[in-house]
């Protein structure tokens, strides 16, 4: 199982990225896929996640209005469009996996309930 991470780097607050997560190694399509972030000191928390059946979709309200999550089960690819980009923004982003179906458009399963993970890919906002 691989979940390899990419688009990260660093950014002009207002400024945009496309963070890509390439998945192999399982049957992408049955899980819900889901971006979380972590930053120096502060614990993970989840930015936004999207089902695998009906592409319901679930963002944190840090993140909502600004972020834009959606995925290609053809490509095994989940994507995070980022706009508005803010200093606190700033954060090792992370994709992760999951087979179990309780999250949804209201409610993101803690992290540790994950089945898979990427290495992560720095996202940094300064100017």
């Known amino acids: 199982v691989q979940l390899v991470e990419s688009g990260g780097g660093l950014v002009q607050p207002g400024g945009s990225l496309r963070l890509s997560c390439a998945a192999s190694g399982f049957t992408f399509s049955s899980y819900y896929m889901s971006w979380f972030r972590q930053a120096p000191g502060k614990e993970r928390e989840g930015v936004s996640g999207i089902s695998s059946s009906d592409g319901g979709t679930y963002y944190a309200d840090s993140v909502k209005g600004r972020f834009t999550i959606s995925r290609d089960n053809a490509k095994n690819t989940v994507y995070l469009q980022m706009n508005s980009l803010k200093p606190e923004d700033t954060a090792l982003y992370y994709c992760?996996?999951?087979?179990?179906?309780?999250?949804?458009?209201?409610?993101?399963?803690?992290?540790?309930?994950?089945?898979?993970w990427g290495q992560g890919t720095q996202v940094t906002v300064s100017s």
């Open positions: 992760a996996a999951d087979r179990d179906g309780n999250n949804s458009p209201t409610y993101l399963r803690p992290w540790w309930e994950y089945d898979y």
